[in-house]
């Protein structure tokens, strides 16, 4: 070997660099996709060892669908009738019914003309944002890491306003005017549901801001899907105000993919243009059959969410646990991260899984415990991720 040069990748120090920061990462197996599972906290090991069963509060499975023996029987058949991969890009010879059907059913649940499958939400975002190739993107702070890179990779100017806050966007989008040409494209992007704040984009305000400059306006549903009714956008009748509605499979619906509802034009401009859709396999045949059964079937879940949300929500209140958000996610914002971390693992022994979320994911000060109850919770399964958090919070001195 030649010592003069080293041209390649010294992975171990990058490794190294990362458990300083406090940032390496692990995976943590878990036999099954529910409410209640094993899991198994050392995954040195190359067999996993999983021990008793926990309540898992950690999942966006948020109706429990992933693991309905209906929306199994629909994977099946279509693995069984239509194949278990797409074995092309769907401009090739991936266009199955199976995606046909699902993109009908989007389109219907969207109140949008046509719908659009990706084989993950990441992979819409991405593709979406660089296919639409706006000069300008106004972009909420906290917005999910697919539309930052989505925007990064279009290469547009990106405007970042504060979290939720449409006048920021105004105020931004008055700046951007001073300098902008008269033809500019400009996308306003924001989540809806907001995964670690549990909070909701002030989605009106922002399509009023949209329509004032002309701009476009994209909302990425993937925590919404499935849990409201057509979405944030559709509960709230915006729907003829937001250009693109994105959502995800992979979260309520309990399946696998992402997908963009909306006009007709928009559909065949991406179908064409996005390259995450033009060169990557269709979506999986059995995921788009589970998330279209999945759709029918998620408003018999949503009261049981709803009463699951409210009892966890109101006794940490009772506690005198500072809960943000007001929707199905429930950030338990404990303040720093020592004491999130502490929670976590209290909690853990107790059985319940709530994993911490701390700098750099939240800003300092904000270290929280964030939960995602699941329809197919308990009313016990509740009290005891209730009686976990007493008697945890009293040992870490928060109570
Ligand atoms: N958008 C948001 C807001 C998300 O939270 C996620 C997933 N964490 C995605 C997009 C990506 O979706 P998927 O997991 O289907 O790739």
């Given at each position: 070997m030649d010592h003069q040069h080293a041209h390649g990748f010294d992975l171990q120090t990058r490794l190294r660099e990362r458990e300083r920061a406090d940032l390496r990462r692990s995976l943590d197996p878990i036999?099954?996709?529910?409410?209640?599972a094993r899991v198994a906290?050392?995954?040195?090991?190359?067999t996993p060892s999983f021990d008793e069963e926990r309540l898992v509060?950690?999942?966006?499975n948020y109706l429990g669908l992933a693991g309905d023996e209906r929306v199994a029987t629909a994977a099946a058949e279509a693995a069984r009738e239509?194949?278990?991969?797409?074995?092309?890009?769907r401009l090739v010879v991936g266009d199955t019914p199976a995606h046909r059907s699902l993109e009908r059913r989007l389109a219907d649940e969207k109140d949008a003309e046509r719908a659009l499958a990706f084989s993950s939400g990441y992979a819409a975002n991405v593709g979406t944002i660089t296919a639409l190739d706006p000069d300008v993107i106004f972009s909420d702070e906290l917005n999910h890491a697919s539309i930052v890179d989505g925007a990064r990779l279009s290469g547009a100017d990106i405007v970042i306003y504060d979290h939720c806050d449409a006048n920021a966007l105004t105020e931004a989008m008055a700046d951007r005017a001073e300098i902008a040409e008269p033809d500019d494209s400009w996308l306003i992007i924001t989540d809806?549901?907001?995964?670690?704040?549990?909070d909701v984009a002030p989605l009106d305000a922002i399509c009023e801001a949209a329509t004032n400059y002309g701009a476009w306006t994209m909302v990425d549903e993937a925590h919404a899907t499935g849990v409201y009714d057509g979405g944030i956008v559709g509960e709230r009748g915006l729907t003829d105000r937001v250009d693109v509605q994105l959502g995800t499979?992979?979260?309520?619906?309990?399946a696998q993919g992402g997908f963009v509802a909306g006009d007709e034009t928009l559909v065949e401009h991406l179908l064409n243009a996005a390259r995450s859709f033009v060169f990557s396999t269709g979506l999986a045949p059995p995921a788009a059959a589970a998330a279209e059964r999945a759709l029918a079937l998620a408003s018999e879940r949503r009261d049981a969410l709803k009463t699951n949300v409210e009892r966890l929500r109101e006794g940490l209140e009772a506690m005198g646990y500072e809960v943000w958000g007001d929707t199905h996610i429930l950030p338990v914002v404990v303040g720093d991260r020592e004491a999130a971390l502490a929670l976590d693992d209290r909690l853990r022994e107790d059985g319940i899984v709530a994993p911490a979320i701390r700098p750099p994911t939240v800003p300092?000060?904000?270290s929280r415990i964030r939960l995602a109850p699941q329809a197919t919770h308990t009313a016990a399964d509740i009290d005891r991720c209730l009686a976990g958090f007493e008697a945890a919070g009293e040992e870490v001195g928060l109570l």
């Open positions: 036999e099954e996709v529910s409410a209640r906290d050392d995954s040195a090991g190359e509060f950690a999942a966006n239509v194949g278990t991969g797409a074995g092309a890009s809806s549901v907001f995964s670690m704040d549990g499979l992979s979260k309520a619906l309990g300092e000060g904000t």
